[in-house]
């Protein structure tokens, strides 16, 4: 098994920065992708951002604004939030899949373990 543990959350004013965390425990060489995903009240959970050892990918949503990374000595992920908009207020998750793919999945099903999830809120 593989734990996920998000942290970084909070509220912020538009044009802020916030950076989210994702430690993971656990079978973790079991993993080879790693992503995030937010869901927002009343709507159905969307992708963010993935990495594995292929690149990275980004919904154009956040493109060019957010920058995902990872510490693998640290086994930690890493979402860097920047220029905060109203619309990126949701609960945000980290997730791992034991599968690889290039780019790096969007889909929420072939992700295998999932965080609770981190709120965020930003505020006009």
């Known amino acids: 098994q593989v734990q996920l543990v998000e942290s970084g959350g909070g509220l912020v004013q538009a044009g802020g920065s916030l950076r989210l965390s994702c430690a993971r425990s656990g079978r973790t060489f079991s993993i080879y992708t790693m992503g995030w995903f937010r869901q927002a009240p009343g709507k159905e959970r969307e992708f963010v951002a993935a990495?594995?050892?292929?690149?990275?990918d980004y919904a154009d949503s956040v493109k060019g604004r957010f920058t995902i990374s990872r510490d693998n000595a640290k086994n930690t992920m890493y979402l860097q939030m920047n220029s905060l908009k109203p619309g990126d207020t949701a609960d945000y998750y980290c997730?791992?899949?034991?599968?690889?793919?290039?780019?790096?999945?969007?889909?929420?099903?072939?992700?295998?373990?999932w965080g609770q999830g981190t709120q965020v809120t930003v505020s006009s």
């Open positions: 997730a791992a899949a034991r599968g690889f793919s290039l780019p790096p999945s969007r889909r929420p099903s072939l992700y295998d373990y």
């Open positions: 990495i594995n050892n292929g690149g990275t």
